[in-house]
């Protein structure tokens, strides 16, 4: 019962204050993406339907994941959503009835930048809220009169008003603390999170990796946000790209960068970290991952840090899971991540890229990881496998293998539901740009559950969020909701 116990741990669904809202991408700061709805059992999955009266129209597109806040003073219930038209709006999570809306400033487009795709350029990454000072933060690409500019801010949950000491711009504060970043080249993708009263965004490159970037994290600490924190890549390149951006367990953060150029020794680049709070960066071994062909691995522009790193217990061995655009998946052991070269286990699990977040779960005395991509020991499925299911059991060595595949086309970010943290899983993934259709699965088999029609305005990597009565898709222009009977 103790290894069961420890496993069930593992995929940590939110906290119970967490259940009444949805604060941070994939439910919680480990990003296990495991939603407790006691009501979505196996069974009524089918029943799942569109609600027709949800009327939330959203301003531009939507790369972010929606919000869910509850206010405790007066139980109001707030779906939140952010914009590349760099537009924050609050809607009535029942009606879809809009209750406030922020506009931050023009967003960038696409012609001001020297390469990307993401055209115009606003708020990507996803937002994260802060329930004790009940507000959202998140950072959005600002076309100002000297150029595009890194601007993150925090906004009152009230009505959007901007709070004292925001917006903080990044490149002038890190400026200020002697570090050159160059809003042009650098961009902003993944999720934000919060530890210890501060907020970290990561950075990245564009589409194209040109100009001068790196990867960077940025710490901006509510009590003093003109004090700015911040982890750098030595060498050019190293981009902090996946959507769910890091996994936080305790005090310590982690988080993946991708290939690096012209680095003759490591620099950094295709790496897991581990840092505090501080983003003080170790030379130790136990504080950094990269693997022994990370050469290779720039060469090919095959990047680690296209997926986050994810936290799992599996037994009694605390775990680190990066999934790479090699198509292979890295066990580390989270409390000594073993430096160049040392993993715990490796093993190919995709025969394409991995871009897009994991989300996992228990069952039984083993852990499951639903990530997009399809499976390289699964039956062949054609078209539309690109969703696989890995198991990873104790032992020594530790077991990684495919349980099963669903037919799914579209790169979308999968999450789970379950009625108590592991019973009745469900994993729901959205086909984002293939079949634009919202897909259930049976966690223990991968027997199919559900599939929606088809939904416009989905964007790549995009994943839904789970509440106690409804799911909830941001796309292009509007917000769906799926009633839970």
Not at 88 to 117: E, H, I, M, T, Y
Not at 147 to 172: A, N, Q, T, Y
Not at 352 to 372: D, Q
Request: include cysteine; charged fraction near 20%; proline fraction near 6%.
């Amino acid at each position: 019962m103790a290894a069961a116990f420890a496993v069930a741990m593992s995929a940590a669904p939110a906290t119970a204050q967490q259940q009444q809202s949805v604060l941070t991408y994939h439910g919680d700061a480990g990003r296990s993406g495991n939603f407790v709805v006691p009501a979505l059992t196996w069974q009524n999955a089918a029943s799942v339907e569109p609600d027709g009266a949800f009327a939330a129209r959203v301003d531009g597109h939507v790369y972010a994941q929606p919000l869910y806040w509850t206010d405790p003073a007066t139980h109001q219930a707030l779906l939140l959503t952010a914009s590349e038209s760099n537009v924050v709006q609050a809607f009535d999570a029942q009606s879809g009835k809009q209750a406030w809306r922020k506009s931050v400033g023009r967003p960038v487009p696409g012609a001001a930048l020297p390469c990307g795709n993401i055209n115009p350029l606003g708020i990507t990454g996803t937002p994260v809220i802060d329930p004790a000072t009940q507000a959202i933060y998140f950072d959005a690409a600002v076309d100002e009169a000297g150029g595009p500019r890194h601007e993150i801010f925090g906004l009152s949950l009230k009505d959007g008003s901007i709070l004292h000491g925001f917006p903080v711009d990044v490149g002038r504060a890190l400026q200020g603390a002697g570090r050159r970043f160059d809003p042009r080249t650098q961009n902003q993708r993944t999720a934000l999170t919060l530890l210890d009263g501060t907020i970290y965004a990561g950075f990245s490159g564009h589409f194209g990796d040109c100009g001068d970037y790196h990867g960077f994290v940025v710490g901006v600490p509510l009590h003093d946000p003109g004090k700015v924190l911040s982890f750098e890549t030595r060498a050019r390149g190293g981009g902090i790209w996946a959507p769910g951006g890091f996994g936080v367990v305790g005090h310590d953060m982690f988080f993946a960068t991708g290939n690096t150029f012209g680095a003759k020794e490591w620099s950094d680049g295709e790496a897991v970290f581990r840092v505090g709070a501080d983003l003080h960066r170790s030379d130790n071994k136990r504080d950094f991952f990269a693997p022994a062909d990370w050469r290779s691995l720039d060469a090919r522009d095959e990047d680690l840090g296209g997926s986050n790193p994810l936290p799992l217990d599996v037994g009694n061995q605390a775990l680190i899971l990066a999934l790479g655009k090699d198509r292979k998946a890295y066990l580390l052991d989270r409390n000594n991540l073993g430096g160049i070269g040392g993993q715990l286990a490796v093993e190919t699990v995709s025969r394409t890229p991995i871009r897009t977040s994991p989300a996992a779960y228990p069952l039984g005395n083993a852990v499951m990881v639903a990530f997009e991509g399809p499976g390289d020991r699964c039956p062949a499925m054609g078209r539309g496998g690109d969703l696989t299911v890995l198991k990873i059991a104790a032992g020594a060595p530790l077991a990684m293998n495919a349980a099963w595949c669903g037919a799914v086309d579209g790169g979308g970010s999968p999450m789970v539901t379950t009625t108590d943290g592991h019973s009745n899983p469900i994993v729901w993934v959205l086909g984002a740009e293939g079949d634009n259709r919202l897909h259930a699965f049976r966690g223990d088999t991968g027997a199919p559950l559900f599939t929606s029609a088809p939904l416009s305005g989905l964007r790549h990597f995009q994943t839904l969020i789970a509440t106690q009565d409804r799911l909830y898709v941001g796309a292009d222009g509007r917000v769906y909701a799926f009633k839970i009977k």
